[in-house]
Structures are given as C-alpha cells and as structure tokens.
C-alpha cells in the first residue's frame, strides 16, 4: 500500500538575516537516510536537489549564489567529512561553509550571526547523542530551530535527519537504542533501513510499545522533504531505495510504502539539470569566477570554524 506525499510547495524565501518568521508551510526540513556526498561521491543527486531548495536571489539585476553551511558536529568535526562536503559543493553555484563547533575559538564572528545568514544548513551523520549535547552546550540548538521558522532550509542525513524529528534509533553506544531528538517534526525517524538492518527491528519494537511515535523508516539514498509538518515529496538517487511509514493502531503496526521519485529520471528534475544549474550567461560567468575563486584558496572553502 503506498502513501502518496501532497503536492510540493513553492520554493521559500529564506530570511537571509532576517527576523520575521515565514508561515509554516514555507518552513522546509529535507531527511536523508543515507547517500550524499559521504556516502555516494559519485553521485549527486540528492546533494543537488538540496541545493536546489534554495529559493532565487539576485543582487543588483545578478542572480547571487545561495550560501549553505555544513555542520559536521556528529563527526565529531572529522576533516574527511568537511573535505568531501567542500569537493561536493566548491563548485557549484552556491557559497560553501563549514562550522567546527570542537574550534569554535576560532570562529570570527557570533554564531546567531553565522546561521541566520545562511540558506541552507547541511547536517552530516555520525552520533545523534553527541550532535545534541553538542548543540545544546553552546544553543546552537535553539539558534536552527529559530533558522527554521525563518526559513532557512534544514538539511540532514543519518542524525543529522533524525535529530529534527520527535525521536530516533541511535547507535551512539553501540547496539541500537531508541533516543528523543528536538521535536521539530511530529514522529520518529530510522534511517540507513536497508543499510543497518539491525536497526529496523528495534525502530518497531519502540513504535509498538509506545517508547517512540509513529513515523518513517528511510533507506540509504533515499530522502523525504517535509514543509512544516507535511510530508511533501520523497527523493532517491538510486532505484531501489524507498521509504514506509509505520503507526502503531491498537497494539499493532500498520505499514504504508512511501514510493520516492528516482531524481535524475527525465530532465528538468532536481538533480538533472533544472534549477539552479542553469545556462544562463550570467550564470556561467559567476560560475568561472567561482572557480577562479577556488584555485585561490583552499577546496575547503572559508573556514568558519576551523577544519
């Protein structure tokens, strides 16, 4: 049986440094069980379509590249995470940063300051449990869910999908637990459903005896875009990778797939081609500075944090 996502929403207009809230159904959290760029380096597709929830901007009549901040927190602020994000990202039509919380001694300018200018925040995966401690010594968990009702897009894969959602299944002391995350989005969230199998089994149990709500189990490559509390579009970068929603009904499970769209099937899909990878001549010509750009510096991109 299959649970259809609504209709997608019009692409949000991040407050890009602003204090007003967007109405609810602006407000964007893209989930990923597993793929990206640490674990599917040659492929794309769902690096792209993140970038490409980023809503259009222009400065002075040019279109301006949308910023996206990766944190790598769950990594414990690993320099290989942080390197393959900058080889994903540096260039493309965006403006990559990353943000070390483990050198945040380094980091030039107050942390409110660095997130509310973003569009994008990019969350990598690692331990769930240590992601949270992490944010909330130093509020960066309070400043993204702010982000959020601003309109910045969420992003994450593994914990750094889970985190968003009421709770999840960790493996940060080992054998799989279930473990509570912000609250953000009603229900729970699994990932990684065909790649850590060990975890599925406990995710059940947890939903038939109450310990974690209803929600959906994500496999690897697969990913779902929530606007507000509203499933609204479910992504993969490889056939095969899908998702099911599960609810726990009178002490039993009841089970409905989520069948995701396979990015990159027909052209102007997120991913193959369409959105903000155009062949408009101004961008191409911010892309060839973009690039110019880059062989200055370190594939690193402007180190927020350290790295």
Same mark, same amino acid.
């Given at each position: 049986?299959?649970?259809?996502?609504?209709?997608?929403?019009?692409?949000?207009?991040?407050?890009?440094?602003?204090t007003?809230?967007?109405?609810?159904?602006q407000?964007l959290i893209?989930a990923?069980?597993?793929?990206g760029?640490?674990?599917?380096?040659?492929?794309?597709? /769902?690096?792209d379509?993140?970038l490409?929830?980023a809503?259009p901007?222009?400065?002075?009549?040019?279109?301006?590249?949308?910023r996206?901040?990766?944190?790598?927190?769950?990594?414990?602020?690993?320099?290989?995470?942080?390197e393959?994000?900058?080889?994903?990202?540096?260039?493309?039509?965006c403006?990559?940063?990353?943000?070390?919380?483990?050198?945040?001694?380094?980091?030039?300018r107050?942390l409110?300051?660095?997130v509310f200018?973003q569009?994008i925040?990019?969350?990598g995966g690692g331990?769930?449990?240590?992601?949270?401690?992490?944010?909330?010594a130093?509020?960066?968990?309070?400043?993204l869910?702010e982000?959020w009702?601003?309109?910045?897009?969420?992003?994450?894969?593994?914990?750094?999908?889970m985190?968003?959602?009421?709770?999840?299944?960790t493996?940060?002391?080992?054998?799989?637990?279930?473990?509570?995350?912000?609250?953000?989005l009603?229900?729970?969230l699994?990932?990684?459903a065909?790649?850590?199998?060990?975890? /599925?089994?406990?995710?059940?149990?947890?939903?038939?005896?109450g310990k /974690?709500?209803?929600?959906?189990?994500?496999?690897d490559g697969?990913?779902?875009?929530?606007?507000?509390?509203?499933?609204?579009?479910?992504?993969?970068s490889?056939?095969g990778?899908?998702?099911?929603?599960?609810?726990?009904?009178a002490?039993?499970?009841v089970?409905?797939?989520?069948a995701?769209?396979?990015?990159?099937?027909?052209?102007?899909?997120?991913?193959?081609?369409?959105?903000?990878h155009?062949?408009?001549?101004?961008?191409?010509?911010?892309r060839?500075?973009?690039? /110019?750009?880059?062989?200055?510096?370190?594939?690193?991109?402007?180190?927020?944090?350290?790295?």
């Amino acid at each position: 049986m299959s649970e259809g996502p609504q209709a997608p929403p019009k692409v949000h207009t991040p407050a890009c440094g602003g204090t007003a809230e967007v109405p609810l159904a602006q407000r964007l959290i893209f989930a990923m069980g597993g793929g990206g760029f640490t674990m599917e380096p040659s492929n794309p597709l /769902l690096d792209d379509f993140v970038l490409s929830l980023a809503a259009p901007h222009t400065a002075h009549g040019t279109p301006r590249e949308p910023r996206i901040l990766f944190l790598p927190t769950a990594s414990g602020d690993t320099t290989a995470q942080i390197e393959a994000f900058h080889a994903r990202y540096g260039e493309r039509f965006c403006r990559p940063e990353h943000l070390s919380l483990f050198r945040l001694h380094e980091l030039r300018r107050p942390l409110d300051e660095v997130v509310f200018e973003q569009d994008i925040v990019y969350v990598g995966g690692g331990s769930m449990r240590n992601l949270l401690a992490i944010w909330h010594a130093h509020g960066l968990d309070q400043l993204l869910i702010e982000a959020w009702r601003r309109g910045i897009v969420l992003a994450g894969i593994s914990a750094g999908a889970m985190c968003w959602f009421q709770g999840g299944i960790t493996r940060s002391s080992g054998s799989p637990e279930p473990m509570a995350g912000l609250g953000v989005l009603s229900g729970s969230l699994t990932v990684h459903a065909d790649g850590e199998p060990e975890r /599925l089994p406990v995710w059940l149990a947890a939903v038939r005896e109450g310990k /974690l709500p209803g929600g959906w189990a994500v496999d690897d490559g697969a990913g779902l875009l929530f606007a507000g509390e509203a499933l609204t579009r479910a992504v993969s970068s490889r056939p095969g990778a899908g998702a099911q929603r599960v609810d726990q009904v009178a002490g039993e499970l009841v089970r409905h797939r989520v069948a995701p769209e396979l990015l990159g099937a027909e052209a102007g899909r997120p991913g193959s081609g369409g959105g903000l990878h155009t062949d408009d001549d101004d961008i191409r010509e911010l892309r060839r500075v973009h690039r /110019l750009r880059n062989t200055l510096t370190t594939r690193r991109g402007r180190r927020l944090g350290g790295g």
